[in-house]
């Protein structure tokens, strides 16, 4: 039965209190450990057809009488348009139709980061439209950026009021510890750059519209392109059948989608937008740099007494201000801590979520300072961590939903034993080290999310519910639960997925939600199938016949069932958990940091498919290596110009950069956690990656480096820094009159 | 946009955009840093292959990477440079007259190397901007750093070039750009690289920093041989040409306030590569 609960919900890391009409979720578990079906690996069951290019990705659609579009960017970070002509665009051949500056919402004459779409033209082929684009005779007023979020905090131009979050008496813990340690560190702007660029094709079709998008959300697409063009939700149908990544940064319509309807609308055709790959360095989000400003203290044996914490985000013209305090406020057991944390305002492309925003780079300062307490303590890191053990829920007192965090630090175990004979393997020139560094986040998902299940008469069934698969194989899991709770072979489930026409509503794939919202309610449909089909065998006097048996009988007749998600545990913090222990190598010379193994052990409840789970720590740890150790999105210090709009300039890691990754799951239930007791694994492994590294780099090297990524140029400034450090200590240790 | 092939050197007109592996020439065309209606495919009359001293220069980075008779330096700088994909396509030639990869040339702002209907800019944007990867040495005019890897390695081995109109050494290829003359080269219009020609080396060795492991310019590319009681050492990343390094070479760098570092990594790899060839 349907009930309406007031409840939290969160999505990377922001919470908001709302009303929810939710249903039972009246289901046991399974027992822990692997099934028939569910926790066996299984290969995704689109690969072949993504392998073999069957798979129709937005970026394929070519639809009858389909016209391209093409935007006009700033160029600069900042300026106003002072004349814009678009009639030597509408002269040239194949142009369509063409929009200028407050034609519609997207499109402006104040430019306040480079990348703010100004004018928009479509035309018979993208060359055509390109070349239309740079037609447009524009001027600018190139106005004064700014860029230093610094500056920007001093000058109060910020997105919000800063964030205060305090407990205890932050003054009096560090009052009390015996060694009080400060750190200031920073990350840079990282991209997303997702393999399919941002894109989408818009037709109309009498008064509704058709969105072909690459999207991570169906649903929000259809709501938000529904109020951006004044139409009841029902008249959009969103479409998204495969997707080229998103990682946080398809959330939403953006500017394309918005001129894409225009335009189609304009010329009765469908209209496709795509972001150039250039474009998507520009405009499409972008992880935002940070500032930290970092303070711990502790007693001697390494309780922690206080942890503080100053944060600049920078966030860039709009967006929002991401929790980069979270991990300092949630890791660990310190009951005094303050974090105050700001979100610059400047003449920047807007930041994105961007897997698990905010907690790769909090986690990045507060695990390297709390490396840098250990070795300053002559503590063991890992001991320094099960020291400082959170039991509940720092802030609140609540419990966890379940937290095998301890059985995680044991398994690391091994792992970080490999220490002593890493670092023996250096040599004068290459120091050896290994580092660790623990990770905390959501990843709980929570309702709405419904499915439907469809058994015909060949034993057969279908999954069918609008969501999308963002790349990470959730489609593949979908089918595995439905076939384990039905008890037939995966080969005989298909998913329908991706059509907001053709199923119920379905969660966002974000904030490592997919599987935790989807799941149960996949689950509670093919449960309400099988026991459609159980009464039918009693009915016929066999109750222990087969489900292929039963199903047989009914010719054209079909099994219905239905699913949704139930809600989440009331009063519990659920939460993922890991630790990952690197181990690096250091040319000490020139700088060159390779990273050779990355051991990854985390705790997100049930694992459905160990195969496609591995694949997800693989590619988290990957992209963190990129964060680490190359990407970097760079502009012109006095104009702000972007100067990495491509990918031999912007550094992507290349498959030689990628260490080798040992991953571990605890795949332990989360006994609370709806029908499934999974939570997801999208965002966990990125997270402690950067600090891991860093961290064993301190112990290879001594030095502290403190600044994202770690390039030669910061490498070999902290090898410097650590010299002199070194060459004091001993001068101050050497006999006085000497 | 038209494409031609060309069937004898005549056939190449002076302002002709010349195609031969693809790799540099058509980036560039698409972000219209250059601009021509018409492209001359010159695979068919730049001599291909490697016969004993003589390597054409059509010849693949990736056919040169792999083959025993070339020496240690250039094979090295070969296979260190870009992907396998550009290798397979990028030409030996294409790869010495590769334009920089300043991320300001690369956008087309107005800079001192930049032509435009008025003229050359003239202004050095790096010198004052974003500069990490860019000239340690001969960086006052333009701090542009030379990107290709096995330019240095044929300057190390002293190489000579032979073009359809003239023998020269390879540094005679190069020039520093100044106020009155903006080219890097020294090729007149429309001359065309045939053929690049050994000298022996007892041993050499290229090493190469860069910010990743794989399909990245050199940061500091360092290529070193020794024929004799003679060593030659020559880098790439470092300034607007190959740099030829003089015995005290190294103190003479004039680093920029963002990349003193590569000053650092081009110290510990000179040393590394002098004792590579003494080893």
């Known amino acids: 039965m349907a009930r309406l609960i007031r409840t939290e919900k969160e999505v990377e890391g922001r919470y908001e209190e709302v009303w929810l009409v939710v249903e039972e979720d009246a289901l046991q578990q399974w027992p822990a450990g692997a099934r028939a079906i569910v926790g066996q690996p299984a290969t995704r069951i689109d690969g072949l057809e993504r392998a073999r290019g069957e798979a129709v990705f937005t970026a394929d659609l070519r639809l009858n009488g389909m016209l391209h579009a093409a935007v006009l960017r700033s160029p600069h970070a900042r300026a106003r348009v002072t004349r814009v002509d678009l009639t030597p665009a509408l002269a040239l051949p194949g142009v369509h139709a063409a929009a200028g500056p407050g034609e519609l919402e997207q499109l402006v004459a104040d430019c306040n980061y480079q990348g703010a779409a100004v004018a928009a033209v479509c035309a018979g082929t993208l060359a055509q439209a390109r070349d239309a684009v740079a037609a447009i005779d524009v001027e600018w007023e190139v106005l004064e950026p700014l860029l230093d979020p610094d500056e920007a905090v001093r000058r109060r131009e910020l997105l919000d009021e800063p964030r205060v979050r305090a407990r205890g008496d932050y003054e009096q813990g560090l009052a009390e510890a015996d060694v009080v340690l400060t750190g200031e560190y920073r990350t840079a702007v990282v991209m997303h750059n997702s393999m399919e660029t941002h894109q989408a094709v818009v037709q109309w079709l ?186 509940n829920d720092a802030n609140d007192d609540r419990p966890f939903s379940s937290k095998q965090l301890l059985e995680c630090y044991r398994r690391a175990e091994p792992h970080w034993e490999r220490r002593h004979e890493v670092r023996a393997r250096s040599t004068d020139t290459v120091k050896r080290g290994v580092g660790m560094a623990s990770q905390i986040w959501y990843g709980g998902g929570g309702p709405p999310s419904y499915a439907w299940v469809r058994v015909g008469s060949d034993g057969r069934a279908t999954v069918i519910t609008a969501m999308q698969d963002i790349g990470t194989g959730t489609k593949t899991a979908m089918a595995q639960i439905a076939a384990e709770e039905l008890g037939i072979p995966l080969e005989h489930v298909t998913v329908s997925l991706g059509d907001s026409a053709r199923g119920p509503y379905a969660a966002i794939s974000a904030g490592s939600s997919t599987t935790p919202s989807m799941g149960p309610a996949v689950r509670a449909a093919a449960a309400d199938a099988k026991q459609q089909i159980l009464e039918i065998a009693e009915q016929r006097g066999t109750p222990d016949a087969p489900l292929a048996e039963v199903v047989a009988l009914l010719q054209d007749g079909q099994i219905l069932g239905k699913g949704a998600r139930g809600p989440n545990p009331a009063g519990m913090q659920v939460l993922t958990f890991g630790v990952q222990v690197a181990e690096v190598a250091v040319d000490v010379e020139t700088g060159e940091v390779w990273v050779d193994r990355i051991a990854a052990i985390h705790d997100v409840g049930r694992v459905i498919n160990p195969l496609g789970a591995s694949s997800q720590i693989e590619g988290g740890i990957i992209q963190g290596v990129g964060h680490t150790l190359s990407e970097e999105r760079l502009h012109d210090p006095r104009t702000g110009e972007i100067l990495t709009t491509s990918l031999d300039a912007y550094r992507l890691p290349t498959i030689a950069d990628v260490p080798e990754i040992v991953s571990e799951l605890i795949d332990r239930p989360d006994a609370h956690l709806t029908n499934l007791g999974s939570k997801g694994l999208g965002e966990p492994p990125i997270i402690p990656t950067a600090a891991a590294i860093a961290n064993a780099i301190r112990d290879a090297t001594g030095a502290d480096v403190r600044r994202l990524p770690i390039t030669r140029a910061e490498m070999l400034r902290a090898l410097r820094e650590a010299e002199l450090r070194r060459r004091e200590r001993e001068k101050v240790g050497a006999p006085a009159g000497v | 946009m038209e494409l031609r092939r060309a069937s004898s050197t005549a056939d190449v007109a002076s302002n002709s955009l010349l195609l031969a592996g693809g790799t540099e020439v058509v980036p560039l065309l698409r972000a219209g840093l250059i601009e021509g209606d018409s492209l001359v495919d010159i695979r068919g009359i730049v001599p291909q292959g490697i016969a004993g001293d003589r390597i054409g220069a059509g010849a693949t980075l990736a056919e040169l990477e792999c083959d025993p008779q070339i020496p240690d330096v250039l094979r090295e700088a070969c296979r260190l440079a870009a992907s396998p994909q550009l290798r397979n396509m990028g030409s030996l030639a294409g790869n010495l007259l590769q334009s920089t990869r300043c991320w300001y040339w690369r956008l087309g702002k107005n800079c001192r190397l930049h032509r435009t209907s008025d003229g050359y800019g003239d202004e050095c944007f790096a010198q004052e901007g974003e500069h990490r990867e860019h000239a340690i040495f001969a960086n006052d005019f333009c701090a542009s750093a030379h990107p290709s890897d096995v330019a240095a390695a044929l300057l190390a081995l002293d190489a000579r070039l032979h073009t359809d109109r003239r023998e020269l050494a390879l540094a005679e290829l190069y020039r520093l750009p100044s106020e009155d003359d903006r080219r890097t080269t020294t090729l007149e219009p429309g001359e065309l690289l045939l053929e690049v020609e050994l000298a022996p080396a007892d041993r050499s060795v290229y090493l190469k920093a860069m910010d990743r492991k794989r399909w990245a310019f050199p940061l500091v590319g360092v290529a070193a041989a020794r024929t004799g009681a003679t060593t030659r050492i020559a880098l790439a990343g470092v300034a607007p040409t190959p740099w030829l390094l003089a015995e005290d070479g190294l103190d003479r760098a004039t680093p920029l306030p963002g990349n003193a570092y590569k000053l650092e990594i081009a110290q510990a790899l000179v040393r590394r590569a002098r004792r590579a060839l003494d080893a």
Not at chain 1, 282 to 297: D, E, K
Not at chain 1, 343 to 354: C, D, S, Y
Request: hydrophobic share 35%; net charge neutral.
């Open chain 1, 206 to 391: 009498g008064d509704a519209v058709e969105v072909h998008i690459s999207t991570q959300y169906i649903w929000g697409i259809r709501d938000e392109v529904a109020a951006g063009l004044r139409l009841p939700p029902d008249k959009v149908r969103v479409i998204c059948n495969y997707m080229g990544g998103g990682f946080g940064s398809k959330n939403g319509p953006d500017d394309y989608t918005f001129i894409a309807a225009e335009l189609a609308k304009r010329t009765g055709r469908p209209v496709k937008c795509a972001l150039t790959r250039r474009e998507e360095n520009l405009a499409a989000g972008n992880r935002n740099a940070t500032i930290q400003r970092l303070t711990v203290g502790a007693k001697s044996d390494g309780t922690l007494t206080a942890l503080g914490g100053d944060f600049v985000n920078a966030v860039g013209w709009s967006g929002w201000t991401s929790s980069t305090e979270g991990p300092m406020q949630m890791l660990y057991a310190c009951p005094n801590v303050t974090t105050t944390t700001y979100g610059a305002k400047l003449n920047q492309p807007p930041m994105k979520a961007f897997r698990a925003p905010g907690f790769v780079e909090g986690t990045f300062g507060l695990e390297s300072l709390l490396d840098e307490l250990a070795s300053k303590l002559g503590v063991d890191p890992l001991e320094l961590r099960r020291l400082n053990y959170a039991q």
